[in-house]
């Protein structure tokens, strides 16, 4: 194989980290996360939206937690002790902002080929075809990849962060303090 061929097929992977929502299996790509953590107390924002649960301190940062099961109309549940918290780096405005997206578990980082993304189902889907870049095939299931960037509108993204904005580092429950 020369060296072209080699650079068009790494060029043509991509990386996913999967997680679970329910019994529903997710993925985004890597490139837009900036790590994971184990489920953590989360603070509440008043007058903030539902599937807002309320900001975490990291590392002196103040970031918001939303719950997708909301946003999707899936069915709330308590966190467990395989839930956590995937810090994802979302462009505003032409900055990129972190934000904390609650799974029920992270599973993997699945590798496959552009071309295997397939296009998701016009019909049947419990999320917005909007939200979703593709589906694919991984061993005997289907992963949904989102499109973080549409998952949340400007509007939405400003509802959350506006108030987390006006809110002390220190009034955070600490990201030492893990519940």
Do not use: W
Request: hydrophobic share 40%.
């Amino acid at each position: 194989m020369s060296d072209e061929n080699q650079v068009n097929d790494q060029q043509d992977r991509l990386q996913i980290l999967s997680f679970v929502l329910g019994q529903e299996s997710f993925g985004t790509e890597i490139s837009c996360i900036q790590e994971v953590l184990e489920y953590r107390k989360v603070t509440a924002v008043p007058r903030t939206p539902d599937y807002m649960l309320g900001v975490i301190n990291l590392r002196g940062q103040v970031v918001p937690v939303v719950d997708l099961r909301q946003v999707f109309a899936m069915p709330v549940s308590k966190p467990t002790i395989d839930s956590c918290i995937i810090i994802v780096k979302i462009p505003i405005e032409g900055e990129e902002t972190a934000l904390g997206i609650l799974a029920d578990k992270v599973k993997e980082v699945v590798e496959f080929n552009a071309n295997e993304l397939k296009a998701p189902p016009r019909i049947g889907n419990k999320v917005d075809s909007q939200f979703i870049s593709g589906m694919l095939q991984h061993e005997d299931e289907f992963i949904i990849l989102l499109r973080l960037t549409r998952v949340f509108s400007s509007d939405q993204l400003h509802e959350v962060l506006d108030p987390v904005g006006e809110i002390p580092v220190e009034k955070v429950a600490d990201d030492a303090q893990s519940s």
